[in-house]
């Protein structure tokens, strides 16, 4: 599975920003699709993830409320929108993926796209 993220870039504080996660290859095998950040001198954050075929969503409390989900299985395609953001939302944002449930707990994903920088400005 090859994942091709995109849609970060500058935006203002309180503005909002639609990332997209492209997923190709054995696509068959995912099971959920996440979202992670990492910010300059922080550990990796999770963000977001969305069971491939039923779509439920599962968002840590720090974006719940802001940060959205959602996947076009049409198109192999996850999104995060996010929406009031924060200086602190500043990271380079990852989608993965993953062929089993373990993942939802672990965050134990199996296949990385690139990353896509977002950067907030106060």
């Known amino acids: 599975v090859q994942l091709q993220a995109s849609g970060g870039g500058l935006v203002q504080a309180g503005n909002s920003l639609r990332l997209s996660c492209a997923a190709s290859?054995?696509?068959?095998?995912?099971?959920?699709m996440g979202w992670f950040r990492q910010a300059p001198g922080k550990e990796r954050e999770f963000v977001a993830a969305i069971t491939w075929s039923v779509g439920t969503a599962y968002l840590p409390d720090s974006v719940k409320g802001r940060f959205t989900i959602s996947r076009d299985n049409a198109k192999n395609t996850v999104y995060l929108q996010m929406n009031s953001l924060k200086p602190e939302d500043t990271a380079l944002y990852y989608c993965?993926?993953?062929?089993?449930?373990?993942?939802?707990?672990?965050?134990?994903?199996?296949?990385w796209g690139q990353g896509t920088l977002v950067t907030v400005s106060s």
């Open positions: 993965a993926a993953a062929g089993n449930w373990r993942a939802l707990n672990n965050h134990d994903y199996d296949y």
């Open positions: 290859g054995h696509t068959v095998s995912i099971y959920v």
